[in-house]
């Protein structure tokens, strides 16, 4: 697999940041995005990239994001009520759904900022804002603010993550040091992060 990722890493920019945008948008989608670890994608982006790849990264990751977010945000404004009584929505589950309106109601489109580190919840909450009639600029301008922050994060993470990997001992695989380090340090930072917001909405 290292192998794999590593041919992909030396496809044309335009080719690999074209693929991760669709990771990112399959990412938000319901159900589908439980089973498409956007972080995952987003560390694998910068181990296997190279250093001025950086910015791509981020646009990618951006435009991604706020294309699933919006079509999800659609999909909730004109079908909310039918997809939520639909065999999807009860793989989602009703408490799910009573839970992303509830976080919505409470804190509005602010929400939508700390949406993407908030699993399942990133994928559901644009749905759900749909179907309570949240202003489209609104919700967008909120869901560009967290994909931003979201996808900052990641692309630190990774490029401090690749830069111990030329530390290491061994020349290790910048790819599995870059993976594996920015899962552990972004682990301990959207957990705290998951712990204050649960704090301000429960």
Do not use: K
């Not at 001992?169 to 790819?175: A, K, Q």
């Amino acid at each position: 697999m290292t192998q794999w990722l590593t041919q992909i890493g030396e496809l044309p920019v335009l080719l690999l940041m074209g693929a991760l945008g669709l990771v990112m948008l399959f990412d938000a989608v319901p159900l589908l995005g439980v089973l498409i670890p956007g972080d995952v994608a987003i560390l694998a982006a910068v181990g296997v990239g190279r250093p001025t790849t950086g910015l791509a990264t981020f646009t990618a990751v951006l435009v991604g994001c706020l294309a699933g977010w919006s079509l999800s945000f659609l999909v909730g404004r004109r079908y909310a009520d039918r997809l939520r009584h639909s065999r999807v929505g009860g793989w989602i589950g009703e408490t799910r759904w009573t839970a992303a309106e509830g976080i919505l109601r409470r804190g509005g489109g602010r929400m939508m900022v700390v949406a993407p580190f908030l699993p399942v919840f990133n994928a559901l909450l644009p749905l759900a804002a749909g179907g309570l009639r949240m202003s489209y600029r609104r919700f967008l301008g909120c869901a560009a603010l967290g994909a931003a922050a979201w996808a900052g994060l990641y692309l630190v993470l990774g490029t401090a993550s690749r830069s111990v990997a030329g530390l290491l001992p061994g020349h290790p695989s910048p790819l599995l040091v870059t993976m594996g380090v920015g899962l552990v340090l972004a682990a301990g930072v959207l957990l705290g992060l998951r712990r204050r917001l649960f704090a301000v909405v429960g």
